[in-house]
């Protein structure tokens, strides 16, 4: 002890000193700790893991065993379902296929397959499939329980019980008995020693049978009597039966078996069932008796019949192509055609089966065939209020399909049933919709006109109009609106124009209702007293109305005359003007000559030397004659040609000698100049004969030159090219260096007398490029301008080689 405590009292002494001893101690122990934390961890899982799964074992044994006894109780149960002759149909609210348990044989002897308990139609007689169809219809969507008896095909009586059992609908279907035939003959009910005895036998016949005391009252009735009466439509009295025979063939029929004293077989013509197969037998106190059921169907009585009678309407109803059905006062479809089939989609087979309305506007809902509504139950119940109408009801169903069909329902008169027809809608709704669309495109369009419209009927009364009517004739609205009479639209627009409203409109009415076989259209213009002028129209519609249109041409009448006017006026200004040019052109001509003349006298010196100054003054005074005498000619030409009197005096030419005159003439224009023009010519050698006038073409020349000279600096270069195009084509293209001709007054200088000024320079008269176009058309030929950068223009004349072909072509 005290060994082992000093150890410890030195290491709790000394920190220092025991903090590595501890640090060594656990780096020592560490790995010996997790390794049997480790197997510790594992030793427990593995414990864990076996209790687990030994009560996974034992649950696993637990379910196996119930499922074994659950197996082995469902075996019993349909063990104990196949003995007994009863047949169990379930319809689950998940499936619309129901399920079929128990012996099918039981209940249709020599038949195996479970589907066919379903078909009521081929086991059971006609009216008990459809009151069992009903009751099963009543069931599944409403909920009814049910108990009653059902006749099969050979006699026997078919208990049928339903009930909702879960949520799920259950139908109970049980024989009465396996035979048609009394289990005992009727001298072994006579030995029986009372009425008492007798009722237990009767009591399991399948057929009707009857037990009757000593006055012929009866007292008792087994459930096939009681179901034969229903079928007959017979009632009686609370806890009665009702008795089948009256009481004068009761009578005969009692007399019989007393007279017989033993049982007695006989036919009896019954006034419902028909002939009926009855076996009487006397009994102790009384006597007793059963029938056996006719093989056709029991006819109704005829005070109240079950559907309505339609009689040869029934052919006609199948010949519509309008769906129609018939249903009776018990309503079931007593009657449809075709058409009611194809139109909603419905099996004709299963329609012939007379089925319920109700089952057909269920099926017609599972389909989605119906209208959509948010309460069906409430909507159905709405729908079947047919059968109480007094009078035919229209009712708008908008089908799911995007149909939609109008349903009317009459009642059948004296029978409590319902006529159904089913119009369809669908394509009348869309053309009225197309139809009312069209109207109101037609009227926004009417009152958009900026025309007045009216349109009378053949009685005379206003039909159609337009606001623009009411305002061309100050006529109110209100009053158009209500359809007036052409007689009080003529008092109205007397109100609106006392001065002459009420005289227009009586011609206009002598217009419309013109009774003429022939008459035509009308149309006119009537100056109102106002001063407005109104054209009109009467056109003649080819329904016998008659369509009236009033335009207010007033301002457009006023701008036409001031046009006319005008243009009258421009006219008579350009005769004038021709007529002053070849006047003014004319009489320049004799003093130009004059100046011209002595001009030349002086500068030949016959008359007196000159000297410098004044040979140059006299050299000013020709070239400014010159180029007056040049611009009188082309004047002249201009309107010669405006005039459709000049000629083209058409010969072979030579390009050089006409470019030569050209230059010639420029020299001589500008002889006065501080720098002479700079030309260069470039003629190419593959030119073609040219063929025009050569006076023409000099002047074409002249112009370019001239103009290109003008425009340019004292001393700059003008090209002259002249080359060929298309081998039938020449070009005369003159270039120069001047300032260019702007955009915006490009197409102007082709104008006569539009001299434009650009950068100071004035082009004078502004004939000259006038001139070029004037005589380059006359050869057939265009003159093209383009502007070349940064300076300078090129205009080009392209004129044919052959000019003679072109003024043969324009003659």
Same mark, same amino acid.
């Given at each position: ?10 290491? =709790? ?146 208990? =049928? ?129 059963? =029938? ?223 009774? !003429? ?49 005008? !243009? ?109 023009? !700079? ?23 002249? !112009? ?108």
């Amino acid at each position: 002890m005290a060994l082992s405590a000093a150890p410890s009292a030195l290491l =709790c002494a000394s920190p220092a000193l025991s903090a590595p001893l501890v640090s060594a101690n656990m780096a020592a122990t560490a790995p010996y700790a997790i390794a049997f934390g480790a197997a510790g961890f594992g030793l427990v899982a593995t414990f864990m893991a076996a209790r687990w799964r030994r009560a996974a074992e034992i649950a696993d044994a637990r379910g196996t065993a119930r499922l074994g006894e659950m197996r082995a109780a469902l075996d019993e149960f349909e063990t104990l379902l196949a003995g007994m002759p009863e047949v169990t149909i379930l319809w689950k609210d998940t499936g619309f296929e129901p399920s079929v348990l128990g012996p099918v044989p039981a209940l249709i002897p020599g038949e195996t397959r479970a589907e066919m308990v379903l078909d009521f139609r081929a086991w059971l007689d006609p009216d008990a499939a459809r009151e069992l169809a009903d009751r099963l219809t009543d069931l599944r969507i409403e909920g009814k329980v049910f108990e009653t008896s059902v006749t099969a095909r050979d006699g026997r009586i078919i208990r =049928c019980a339903g009930r909702l059992v879960g949520g799920t609908a259950v139908v109970r279907l049980r024989p009465s008995g396996s035979s048609a035939q009394p289990p005992l003959s009727g001298s072994a009910l006579m030995r029986l020693p009372s009425l008492t005895d007798a009722q237990g036998i009767l009591s399991s016949l399948t057929v009707p049978a009857w037990l009757r005391d000593r006055d012929g009252v009866m007292v008792y009735a087994n459930a096939a009597y009681l179901h034969f009466t229903r079928t007959l439509g017979l009632k009686s009295d609370r806890g009665t039966a009702p008795d089948i025979f009256p009481g004068e063939a009761r009578e005969t029929l009692l007399k019989a078996l007393e007279d017989a004293g033993d049982t007695i077989a006989l036919e009896h013509e019954h006034a419902l069932a028909g002939q009926l197969d009855l076996v009487l037998f006397p009994l102790n106190g009384g006597s007793a008796g059963y =029938c056996y059921l006719p093989l056709k169907t029991p006819r109704p009585k005829q005070t109240a019949p079950r559907e309505p009678d339609l009689g040869h309407l029934t052919t006609v109803i199948d010949a519509l192509a309008t769906p129609v059905a018939v249903f009776d006062k018990d309503r079931r479809l007593s009657h449809f055609n075709s058409a009611y089939a194809r139109f909603w989609s419905l099996d004709a087979d299963w329609l012939s089966s007379r089925p319920d309305e109700r089952a057909i506007l269920d099926k017609l809902r599972t389909m989605g065939a119906l209208p959509a509504e948010p309460d069906y139950r409430s909507w159905r119940d709405k729908h079947l209020m047919s059968y109480a109408l007094t009078a035919p009801r229209e009712t708008p169903w908008y089908l799911p399909d995007g149909r939609s069909a109008n349903v009317i329902a009459a009642p059948a008169t004296g029978t409590g049933g319902v006529i159904y027809v089913f119009e369809d809608m669908t394509e009348r709704l869309a053309l009225e919709t197309r139809h009312n669309a069209l109207i109101s495109v037609q009227r926004e369009t009417l009152n958009a006109l900026n025309e007045g419209v009216a349109v009378f009927g053949t009685n005379g009364r206003l039909r159609l109009h337009n606001p623009r009517l009411s305002e061309i004739w100050k006529l109110p609205m209100a009053a158009l609106d209500s359809h007036l009479h052409i007689d009080e639209v003529t008092r109205a627009a007397a109100l609106a124009f006392p001065e002459d409203g009420e005289a227009i409109w009586r011609d206009l009415k002598r217009k419309i209702i013109d009774l !003429n076989p022939t008459r035509g259209d009308a149309k006119g213009r009537i100056a109102r007293a106002d001063g407005r002028l109104i054209d009109f129209a009467v056109v003649r519609l080819p329904d016998g109305q008659s369509m009236m249109t009033f335009m207010d041409v007033s301002e457009s009448a006023n701008y036409e005359r001031v046009l006319k006017e005008r !243009n009258e006026a421009l006219i008579a200004a350009d005769k004038l003007k021709d007529t002053f040019v070849q006047n003014v052109s004319y009489e320049l001509r004799s003093p130009l000559t004059n100046i011209i003349g002595f001009a030349d006298l002086l500068a030949s010196g016959e008359v007196g030397p000159l000297n410098e100054k004044q040979r140059a003054y006299t050299g000013y005074i020709r070239t400014s004659s010159a180029n007056l005498g040049l611009l009188i000619d082309n004047i002249l030409d201009l309107a010669n040609v405006d005039a459709g009197i000049a000629q083209l005096h058409t010969e072979k030419l030579d390009i050089a000698e006409l470019i030569e005159k050209a230059r010639a003439g420029l020299s001589a224009a500008f002889s006065g100049s501080e720098k002479p023009v !700079n030309l260069k010519v470039e003629i190419a050698g593959d030119l073609p004969p040219f063929i025009a006038d050569g006076t023409r073409i000099v002047q074409i020349l002249y !112009n370019l030159l001239s103009n290109a000279a003008r425009f340019s600096d004292p001393g700059a270069e003008i090209s002259l090219a002249v080359s060929a195009r298309g081998g039938d084509r020449i070009v005369f293209a003159v270039e120069d260096e001047g300032v260019g001709i702007p955009e915006e007054i490009r197409n102007a200088v082709f104008s006569r007398f539009e001299g434009q000024t650009i950068e100071g320079r004035q082009r004078g008269a502004g004939l000259g490029l006038a001139i070029v176009k004037t005589f380059a058309n006359l050869h057939g030929g265009t003159v093209h301008i383009e502007t070349r950068k940064p300076r300078g223009t090129r205009v080009s004349v392209i004129l044919p080689s052959d000019a003679s072909l072109a003024q043969n072509a324009g003659e």
